[in-house]
């Protein structure tokens, strides 16, 4: 028999506030009905309760395939421009590094990482956006969960759940306007009004000394761990790896230093080794100063000057350097001899040294000793001027 | 158990004269033209015939592993579904015949096989334990051994079962079929080595046989697609195999087109990065000139349109739409196999001409015959297995 008191909505206390209702039903076929007959009396906010998920569901409530595909596609979408973009700017603009002559835009390199880093978000956010915007989570509790029947709604019933904001949802009405014969129980869903779960939950003795507890041992055990626990150094490994340190002999070498030499007969890229070694009068009928005199390779020659002649030849080339008590004096270059010998024997003293003077082809790029040279015809035309030099 | 299946189902299929008219006007276009190819140049129509032949093998060999497969993850959806790859996988047996010309004509295709070649390079002297005709057969043969095992057991068995209901064949079959699948990846490796791999023994790519491996599954998924969407259209498959079977059908065949394009892009990344001699040559062939568009449509065709055509879900339930991807796929693959053979046999010439065109033509011809031939004898449904009914019900 119709049972007429189990199928009567129970009395709304006073501090509760109605937020749907639920029509029990005892066969997936009879829930399928009602959800039918729910539709055509112009119900749109439904939604059901099983034990396990109906087929056809979906479509009988109207519900179109899920938009959450959209949400996919965009966060991969964004997550693809992201991950190109940075390495973009980081390789090709902020940072350009040549590696083994690759593109600097290289795009098969940037594959890996746009790759994970689509899936890495896509992912992330398509679980993210389901729990949060289509399913409404996270939720400190359900309506649902109050209800008479919740023990029935997972073992072997099935419930049509209807929102009270549906347009329709009228609290005295709903019983009658969701009648059918095969409906076994009715209750309208209610929850505390929500002043009254922050004045009695969040206000309680009991909550806030749990609050004040927990905030007090996670502090204390942090501090204890921290003072006595010490540091635990996390991937050390490639500290604690085997290297050569700057000006450090290095164990893995058998001959000990750390820094090495080239390999004998190998020469830099774009260098060509110096032919006149030990015959400086050689170079000088055999070179010639390669680079023009312009504003830019004497003002370079000045610089270079200043850096590595300056401190011996002085300031005007005469000899008066300021390190002159701590070497032997150089000598003056306005000489005779220095203003006759031609750019290609000065090179061979820059180069090799001469006297006190020690090589200076490790120290001076050959254009930049060229150019030296240029400056240093500057300084001594500077300090033997004749008339018509003058404006 | 109730009967569960139409009358249509548990007859044989009868083929539409449509579908044998296109099996017998292509096998006559591809005659003329191979003959044709034949006379202006002998040494392309071989290699041509090398790629009709892997194309083939693939085709079966997808297919195959479409059952072993089923059995091995003991999957239920596409039991209805699994006879029609059974049909198919009849390619293997066939391809057989492909191989003659090939075989006859190893000296033109493998520089391996000439002795002095081999005598002359430090390299290849290295590789002349693996890498001479004697051996060369003798894989052969264990390939095909491995593979007509695996027909035989799995769709044999299933054929059989149909006639004298015998639940033990299913346990069998699944306790049968991890171990077969681990021996087609082990076969099908060597044989991309051998076949396709060794055309310039210089180069060598460790992942090359599994580029061929997703190729192959690949193929067959598209294969069954397009034959199952064919038969469901007109009408020859129950109205219980509906829009969830369908659905799997597509997103199998979206999954594997996919890693199909990874797998591509592993080799190249990995060449690419390297950047050394040896190992760029092979993509700086297939980088110039007509060869470069080969590649060009290949990254298209492989993978960019299937992927788009395939991305939704209602286009993985549109059986029109599947069976043109499916179609597409099929033309896709073989053009790799066709990109992955040709540069390395012959740079000169042009990258596609009409001498190419008898492959497809042949490939359609000899599919639609093999096809009705595996399926005179035999439903489209596998009527014996036990578990059909439940299967039928399948629902995403």
New interface residues.
């Given amino acids: 028999m119709f049972d007429q008191a189990r199928n009567r909505a129970a009395p709304v206390a006073p501090d509760e506030q109605i937020v749907g209702a639920i029509a029990i039903y005892g066969s997936p076929d009879d829930l399928a009905e009602a959800v039918l007959q729910a539709r055509r009396k112009g119900f749109t906010r439904l939604d059901t309760v099983s034990p396990y998920p109906l087929?056809g569901m979906d479509e009988l409530l109207g519900r179109g395939?899920s938009r959450l595909?959209y949400v996919a596609a965009a966060a991969g979408l964004g997550a693809t421009a992201l991950a190109k973009g940075v390495q973009w700017w980081i390789s090709a603009v902020d940072y350009p590094l040549n590696i083994?002559?690759?593109p600097l835009f290289a795009l098969?390199?940037f594959?890996?990482v746009t790759f994970e880093l689509m899936v890495l978000f896509a992912s992330l956010i398509t679980v993210a956006g389901m729990l949060a915007v289509f399913n409404g989570l996270p939720r400190y509790g359900s309506a649902l969960l109050r209800s008479r029947h919740i023990r029935d709604l997972t073992c072997n019933r099935y419930g049509l759940v209807i929102d009270a904001a549906d347009k329709r949802f009228e609290p005295e009405r709903v019983t009658r306007d969701l009648e059918t014969p095969t409906r076994e129980a009715f209750e309208l869903l209610t929850r505390p009004r929500p002043g009254r779960f922050f004045a009695e939950r969040i206000l309680s003795v009991p909550f806030l000394v749990l609050l004040v507890g927990v905030g007090l041992l996670a502090s204390t055990s942090t501090r204890l761990v921290f003072r006595y626990g010490g540091e635990i150094p996390p991937f050390d490994f490639m500290k604690r790896q085997q290297r050569v340190g700057a000006q450090r002999p290095a164990a893995f070498f058998p001959d000990q230093p750390g820094m090495r030499l080239p390999v004998e007969g190998t020469i830099a890229r774009g260098q060509q080794p110096y032919a006149f070694r030990g015959e400086p009068e050689n170079a000088a009928t055999s070179l010639v100063n390669p680079v023009a005199v312009t504003r830019e390779s004497l003002s370079r020659g000045q610089q270079r000057y200043t850096a590595f002649c300056q401190h011996c030849h002085g300031k005007l080339a005469d000899g008066r350097g300021t390190l002159t008590a701590a070497f032997p004096k150089a000598p003056t270059l306005h000489s005779a001899k220095a203003r006759e010998w031609n750019d290609g024997r000065i090179y061979a003293v820059l180069t090799e040294g001469q006297n006190a003077m020690p090589a200076h082809a490790a120290q001076i790029a050959r254009t930049d000793r060229w150019q030296i040279i240029h400056y240093l015809r500057v300084l001594q035309r500077s300090q033997n001027a004749r008339e018509q030099d003058l404006p | 158990m109730t009967e569960p299946t139409s009358q249509l189902t548990s007859q044989p299929f009868s083929p539409p004269e449509g579908l044998k008219r296109l099996a017998y006007g292509a096998a006559a276009a591809a005659t003329v033209l191979l003959g044709l190819s034949v006379a202006t140049d002998l040494t392309r129509s071989l290699t041509n015939s090398l790629v009709l032949f892997v194309f083939t093998v693939t085709l079966g060999l997808g297919c195959l592993f479409l059952v072993a497969l089923e059995y091995t993850v003991n999957a239920t959806w596409s039991i209805p579904l699994r006879r029609i790859s059974e049909h198919l996988a009849g390619l293997l047996p066939f391809s057989l015949l492909l191989a003659l010309p090939v075989l006859f004509g190893l000296g033109r295709l493998y520089e391996w096989t000439h002795g002095e070649v081999m005598a002359s390079d430090p390299i290849l002297q290295a590789k002349i334990p693996y890498l001479n005709v004697p051996f060369f057969l003798a894989r052969f043969a264990i390939f095909y051994l491995v593979w007509f095992t695996g027909y035989v057991v799995l769709v044999g068995g299933s054929i059989r079962q149909d006639r004298t209901p015998d639940p033990a064949f299913g346990r069998r079959a699944r306790r049968f079929s991890p171990v077969f699948i681990i021996l087609l990846v082990i076969t099908i490796t060597f044989a991309s080595f051998d076949w396709i791999m060794s055309l310039s023994p210089h180069w060598y790519s460790s992942i090359f046989g599994i580029y061929l491996l997703v190729g192959a599954m690949v193929a067959g998924i598209a294969l069954t697609t397009l034959a199952a969407a064919t038969l469901k259209l007109k009408g020859f498959l129950p109205a219980e195999i509906g829009r969830d079977h369908f659905y799997n059908l597509g997103a199998l065949l979206f999954a594997l087109n996919t890693a199909w394009a990874y797998i591509a892009f592993a080799q190249f990344l990995l060449i690419w990065y390297g950047n050394l001699p040896h190992e760029t040559v092979w993509y700086a062939v297939r980088s110039r000139g007509g060869w470069g568009t080969v590649s060009g449509v290949l990254i298209i065709g492989h993978f960019v349109v299937p992927f788009l055509a395939l991305l939704s879900r209602s286009a993985k339930t549109d059986l029109r739409r599947l069976r043109w991807v499916a179609a597409w796929v099929l033309g896709a693959h073989v053009l790799d196999v066709y990109w992955l053979i040709s540069p390395s046999v012959r740079t000169t010439g042009t990258a596609i001409g009409w001498q190419e065109l008898w492959i497809p033509l042949a490939a359609i011809a000899l599919g639609i015959l093999v096809w009705i031939r595996q399926s005179k004898n035999s439903p489209m449904i596998p009527t014996g297995d036990p578990r059909l009914e439940h299967a039928l019900h399948f629902h995403l």
Avoid: K, L
């Fill in positions: 087929h395939p595909g083994g002559g690759a098969p390199a594959v890996p």
